[in-house]
């Protein structure tokens, strides 16, 4: 798989799940240690790209499941999460899932908690029963998402309250309309259109020519209210950041505000609407350009290329990367349809200790965090670094530190623009976000 590509030339989006708690026994768990172990092998490698070397692969994307057989320093397969740690401090992945965070707030309507994988970067399936009582999780799917931007409605309000929960509803009631005709666009389909996803058993095992609806209703797949830009609309609405304590209240609120929305809609149509923190990959500089032109250009507000992803914290706001993911914490649990908080770190390939430290706070804080760490490389002078974003006539272009090299062709340079990494370059809005991220550790 990590030399696969497809038919055009793109590596394919997949992502493996590495999870010992999925082995049914001792034999099978040892089985897959073995696998787990010759995966992160490989990643540390890398892959060799035209010039033959070895560089960083965006796909397949790895995560990592940290849980009591591998977290403790006594534990049985910690040896597999030093491993992980390597592999992080030198290809961005894998990601880490907290099994017990997820145990304690994927809660099905048996009592239990379960463990599972998002699908791709970061959607989250919400817990569900099949008709026999057992837990399924994989073989359901989305149905799709569509995101507000949370900034539009505070700068839409002037400030004034009142007016920002009445511009709210009607937003989300245009998101609402807006999701139904995702939905009603899926109502209908044949399991002939895809039969690998619908006859063959990915998704499902429907007959030929068997309309796939049953599998949009009652929770057996999801669809996602996204939202974006939480910190410039607490920040418009009352001035301070939302991780300043008198801040952090409305944040919640506006949190639990998408979500009861998602309730409603849910008991209206038995289908099962979820909150999710949207990637934003070039959306971010769409969202931000649209601002500008409607309210012009605000301090703090709209004067980036780009706006915050989901919940985090402003990407430019010195914050430790403990603190940071403990306040982070609190949201990612309000984001039931799936985010993904993160921490930017300097090159740790010769602090692995701090780098398993980060971890061990992810098990007992957050479901699920990432490490952005740097692996560039100059194929001019053979620069094995990080490369650097500069301005020249008012555009952000990459430029290698050691031989001063610029074009982008004859460099490789990987960043995370939340989830997945990236290797192709970037618009003006994401590359001006990446040059203004201020390091955690
Ligand atoms: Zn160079």
Redesign the pocket.
Known sequence: MVTLLTTNGQAPFITVFMYLGEARNDAERADLALIIEEMLLQRIQGVKNEKGVWVTPAFPKLIYVLEEDNIHEDSRYWYLTQLAARCTAKRMVPDYISEKKMLELKVDKNGEGHCYTCMGCRSFLTPYVDENGQPKYYGRFNQGVVTINLPDVALSSGGNLEKFWKIFDERLELCHRALMCRHERLKGTLSDAAPILWQYGACARLKKGEPIDKLLYGGYSTISLGYAGLYECVKYMTGKSHTDPSATPFALEIMNYMNDACRRWKAQHNIDFSLYGTPLESTTYKFAKCLQKRFGVIEGITDKGYITNSYHVHVTEPIDAFQKLAFEAQFQALSPGGAISYVEVPDMQNNLDAVLEVMKFIYDHIIYAELNTKSDY?Q????DGQIDIVERDGKLIWK?P????TDQDK?NVARRTCGYIGTQFWNQGRTQEIKDRVLHL
């Open positions: 100059c001019v002078c053979g620069w290698c050691n031989c001063g090299n460099m």
